[in-house]
Structures are given as structure tokens and as C-alpha cells.
């Protein structure tokens, strides 16, 4: 599961590593602007995830989070 806090979030535009980090084309930038003015990321294709956690990793604002399932049985091995 990907939970994304748009208002931490400076955006696709100014930002963007998220979309770059994923090796499977999770995030899209959002139609929306978030109260700061920003265009956060949205999840586009959430079944892709693979749990890598690299959004959550490099995401300088600390504005995703990744848990479940998927994470959980990676986090094992």
C-alpha cells in the first residue's frame, strides 16, 4: 500500500524523484495542486509496486509511505 501526504509534498515539478526512482511507473503527477500550490504525485498503477520502497526512501519531504503486504514479505527475505 502507497500513502502519499500531499501537503508534505513540493511536487512534480519542483521535485519529482518519486517518479524517477520507480522501476515501474507507479506515480503520475496529479490534476490537482495541493494547498501550497505544488502538483504532488498520485499512485497511477498501484498493482505494479513491488514494495521496493525507494519513493519512500529518497523522498526528501518524507511524504510517502510505503507498508503492506508486499513490503512486509520483501522486508523477509
Given at each position: 500500500?502507497?500513502?502519499?501526504?500531499?501537503?508534505?509534498?513540493?511536487?512534480?515539478?519542483?521535485?519529482?524523484?518519486?517518479?524517477?526512482?520507480?522501476?515501474?511507473?507507479?506515480?503520475?503527477?496529479?490534476?490537482?495542486?495541493?494547498?501550497?500550490?505544488?502538483?504532488?504525485?498520485?499512485?497511477?498503477?498501484?498493482?505494479r509496486c513491488t514494495g521496493c520502497g525507494?519513493?519512500?526512501?529518497y523522498c526528501p519531504d518524507l511524504a510517502?509511505?510505503?507498508?503492506?503486504?508486499?513490503?512486509?514479505?520483501?522486508?523477509?527475505?
Amino acid at each position: 500500500m502507497l500513502r502519499i501526504y500531499h501537503e508534505l509534498c513540493k511536487g512534480t515539478e519542483e521535485c519529482g524523484i518519486c517518479i524517477y526512482v520507480c522501476p515501474k511507473e507507479v506515480f503520475k503527477p496529479s490534476e490537482a495542486l495541493n494547498q501550497k500550490g505544488y502538483r504532488p504525485p498520485v499512485v497511477a498503477n498501484e498493482d505494479r509496486c513491488t514494495g521496493c520502497g525507494n519513493c519512500m526512501i529518497y523522498c526528501p519531504d518524507l511524504a510517502i509511505v510505503v507498508s503492506g503486504e508486499k513490503s512486509r514479505r520483501r522486508a523477509k527475505r
